[in-house]
């Protein structure tokens, strides 16, 4: 691929532990712009643990330890400065399992939508029909709103 300037996220000698236990061997992968990069392995060769590095996801689990260089539009994802709320907006994920709070669909779409910004009731109502209209899951919830996300099918819970 061409130079540095066309990817949105590079990644270079990344090792990571789990305490004792070595999971990544110095990873080097970067990610075009405007693509789509698919990660392809057997179980438990650490691709979960890869992704979960790139928003550090990692921070708070006790023992452990990550090394190398994560440039998101060439800034440093590990440095102290680094927003984390702004990366994880930027960087985000969706689960294997879902994992809906265990409130409202309503409110597990307004949470996010919420979070660093005052926002009014009627254009909260506007964002989370239109982010759920985005995840192809407006028609289905639309009805049930104030019901518990719990309660919907395993893909509605990952679409919501
Ligand atoms: N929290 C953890 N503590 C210790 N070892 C872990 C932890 N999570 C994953 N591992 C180990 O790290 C390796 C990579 O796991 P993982 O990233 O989940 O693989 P994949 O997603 O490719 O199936 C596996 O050997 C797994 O057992
Ligand atoms: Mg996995």
Redesign the pocket.
Known sequence: MAEKENYLLTTKNVNLF??K?Q?LFDINLSFPKNGITALI??????????LRSLNRMHDL?PG?KVEGKFLFHNNDIYSDNFDLVDLRKRIGMVFQQPTPFPFSVYDNVAFGLRLGKKISKHQLDEDVEKALRQAGVWNEVKDRLGANALGLSGGQQQRV
Request: net charge positive; proline share 6%.
């Open positions: 789990y305490g236990k999971a392995g057997p179980s438990g060769s650490g691709k979960t643990t890869y689990s452990v």
